[in-house]
């Protein structure tokens, strides 16, 4: 029998709300906002890899550490 390692979770200002999707090594999401599509994939297989698209030419992949670091350059003390 397979091994659950993450969960993933939905929720929309509609008071839609989806939880406890299973997932062994990876989860996606999509998001459709008219002719752009944002996807976000996390796999868990070794090491947790983050990916983020924005339509076909715009992409991330790295370590969840990476996106904390990339997030963190980011933030702008107020």
Excluded: H
């Excluded at 993450?6 to 999509?30: F, H, K, N, Q, S």
């Excluded at 983050?50 to 670091?69: H, N, P, R």
């Amino acid at each position: 029998m397979s091994e659950i390692r993450m969960t993933g979770e939905i929720r929309t200002d509609y008071d839609c709300e989806i939880t406890g999707l299973p997932a062994e090594r990876w989860g996606e999401a999509v998001f459709k906002a008219g002719d752009e599509e944002i996807v976000l994939e996390v796999s868990v297989e070794k090491n947790i890899i983050v990916s983020i698209m924005a339509g076909d030419d715009a992409v991330w992949k790295g370590t969840l550490e990476g996106l904390k670091e990339l997030l963190k350059s980011q933030v702008k003390p107020q």
